[in-house]
């Protein structure tokens, strides 16, 4: 492995995790810290705060600064939990949330059909593009809704991103994705990181929501401070739901563009007609789903194929 990769991938992961990490937790630190100094649980005095912050020395920056840090590194291992839970895949959810869901994708799906005996070519222009906004936002079985936009968002994805091709997109795409090419990536990974970021937010402003809502209790009409940081977990919501659809968008870019790369790497020859395609793609996602056995007589190229050579001279 060259040295170059290898610190493109370490200056990669401290920019993710600087961005994702540590600003959400720094926000909601400070914005605490903020309060406690201007004399919380009492009347608000902000020229307080401000003689505190300024009279802090070196060290007790220092020492703020790596709090701060500890807490993000504390945190960060829960991102995949904190997704779940605004995904609704996590936890209790109120029925009405999961109703109110399925009633705008019946709105979405009946907006979708053309009105009218004969319908002009703007009323099929407005119900095709209602169709795709209902693929983009809604997975089609009943079973998969979730109970959040966000969820259903990226449940959408993961039933739609290779169903064209036969392909399961949860179960292929930890394998396509170290095969794609650069500039695709890179487009996959800062989507990816703007709805981390946005959904951590989200969560962090939460929390943050909470803990002012207890610092003020006794502080009067300074208790409407709370909507400060509950009105940025509501933008960082609504972000992180755009973010998801920018998101999706470019992972089923990825497999359009990338799927055949998987026969290479599989050392699987490629197939010469869509219906083969989605047979290998089914048999293949069958056996990363649920470990059923391969074919014994697959057959299998003697050498990785041209795309996947081609892939590897880009590298």
């Known amino acids: 492995m060259k040295l170059d990769a290898v610190s493109k991938a370490s200056a990669d992961f401290g920019r993710r995790f600087l961005l994702i990490g540590y600003f959400p937790v720094y926000a909601a630190g400070l914005w605490l810290l903020l309060l406690v100094w201007a004399g919380a649980w009492g009347r ?3 020229e307080d705060a401000w003689k505190t912050a300024s009279g802090l020395d070196l060290g007790e920056v220092v020492m703020l600064v790596l709090a701060l840090t500890v807490v993000a590194v504390v945190v960060q291992p ?10 609704g895949s996590a936890g209790p959810w109120p029925g009405k949330l999961l109703e109110g869901q399925r009633k705008r994708r019946k709105k979405l799906m009946d907006d979708a059909v053309p009105v009218g005996p004969s319908p002009g070519d703007a009323e099929i222009q407005r ?3 209602t169709g795709h906004e209902l693929r983009r936002r809604y997975p089609l079985p009943d079973h998969l809704l979730r109970p959040t936009a966000l969820g ?6 993961e039933d739609g991103a290779g169903r064209a091709y036969g392909i399961d997109a949860v179960a292929a795409w930890p394998r396509l994705y170290p095969l794609l090419g650069e ?8 989507r990816r990181d703007a709805l981390d ?10 929390f943050t929501t909470a803990a002012t809502g207890v610092l003020l209790l006794a502080s009067g009409p300074w208790w409407l401070l709370t909507l400060v940081p509950a009105v940025l977990a509501w933008a960082s919501y609504q972000g992180a739901v755009q973010a998801a659809l920018a998101y999706t968008e470019s992972v089923a870019v990825a497999f359009d563009l990338h799927r055949a790369e998987l026969f290479g790497a599989l050392r699987v020859a490629l197939p ?11 048999e293949w996602s069958d056996h990363w789903r649920q470990g059923v056995p391969l074919r014994p007589d697959m ?5 990785p194929n041209e795309s996947f050579i081609v892939h590897k001279e880009q590298k």
């Open 152 to 157: 259903n968002v990226l449940t959408a994805m």
């Open 183 to 190: 500039r695709v990536r890179q487009v996959v990974d800062d």
């Open 299 to 303: 057959p299998f190229a003697g050498n």
């Open 44 to 46: 608000l005095r902000f």
């Open 127 to 129: 119900a095709g593009e």
């Open 197 to 206: 970021l946005a959904a951590r937010m989200a969560v962090t402003m939460t």
């Open 272 to 282: 010469t007609t869509l219906e083969k395609e989605r047979e290998l793609n089914r």
């Open 78 to 87: 829960f991102q995949l939990a904190m997704m779940r839970m605004l995904e």
